[in-house]
């Protein structure tokens, strides 16, 4: 399939890939992304200088225009991250990860972890950053709500949608539609929105074990002794406000077909 509009600078060249994104985030100019700021801001240049890397002399700390967007903490060219988006756009079926990893000669982890990424800009309306980041702590846990079409009320969970919940201590919550609560269900979508040096919370769960590898920090409550306070700060494990999730999205899901969670779903 021919792809002219491909040809654009933008999907090629990494400074007009800059160019490009910078001039949609910031039609007025850089915005330093911890202080707002947007007077005391400079380019940093030089041989030695990364593309894109701009510095607040307010705060001190140099940022790019990837900072509290979809891009931010990926090693992934900026370039290569617009043809994904254009290609997952422009096909009517969507692509695959695997052909994201063929076509743009990326790994298939990067392929898995730009689409869920770019699917959940889509699904959100807007560019929605990450949570979490150095000092921060993410609270993480799963519940069962609703009941599938086609399916008989039963003992368990397996007639239920399962449902992901991430909450930034002190911030803002997310919640998926999940196919499963296994790792491999979760973890491409914790990796995907929460930053590398957030702390995470969770309950004891083995589907976690592996989160220590790809966060700051792993810690963990025992929901069964009934525990749900642990550490140095008041640890407010997600339970309680899964509770409100549930109570919220109880009625809502009885009436969504699966179809319509499907842009929410982890996997592929
Ligand atoms: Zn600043």
């Not at 769960?205 to 009934?226: C, I, N, W």
Request: glycine share 10%; net charge positive; proline share 4%.
């Amino acid at each position: 399939m021919a792809h002219a509009v491909l040809s654009a600078p933008h999907f090629h060249d990494e400074e007009a890939a800059y160019a490009y994104v910078e001039a949609r985030v910031w039609p007025q100019g850089p915005v330093c992304p911890r202080c707002k700021g947007n007077e005391w801001i400079g380019k940093l240049k030089g041989a030695s200088t990364r593309i894109g890397v701009h510095k607040c002399y307010a705060c001190r700390k140099p940022f790019t225009v990837k900072v509290g967007t979809v891009f931010e903490s990926s090693h992934v060219a900026l370039h290569l991250w617009l043809q994904a988006m254009h290609l997952m756009c422009a096909s009517k079926k969507g692509i695959s990860a695997n052909q994201l990893h063929q076509t743009l000669g990326i790994t298939l982890k990067s392929a898995w972890f730009m689409e869920h990424r770019i699917r959940l800009a889509m699904t959100a309306g807007s560019v929605l950053p990450p949570m979490g980041g150095e000092g921060e702590v993410v609270e993480i846990d799963e519940t069962f709500i609703g009941q599938k079409k086609d399916m008989l009320k039963q003992r368990g969970y397996a007639h239920k949608y399962a449902v992901m919940t991430l909450v930034q201590r002190g911030g803002s919550a997310r919640s998926f539609h999940v196919d499963g609560t296994r790792g491999a269900d979760l973890l491409p979508i914790i990796k995907a929105n929460v930053l590398p040096g957030t702390i995470i919370m969770t309950d004891e769960a083995g589907q976690y074990a592996q989160l220590k590898k790809h966060f700051a920090g792993h810690d963990f409550t025992r929901h069964g002794a009934g525990e749900y306070v642990r550490g140095a700060g008041p640890y407010q494990h997600g339970r309680r406000l899964l509770q409100r999730v549930q109570a919220r999205h109880e009625g809502r899901l009885l009436a969504l077909r699966r179809e319509a969670l499907a842009p929410l779903r982890g996997g592929i």
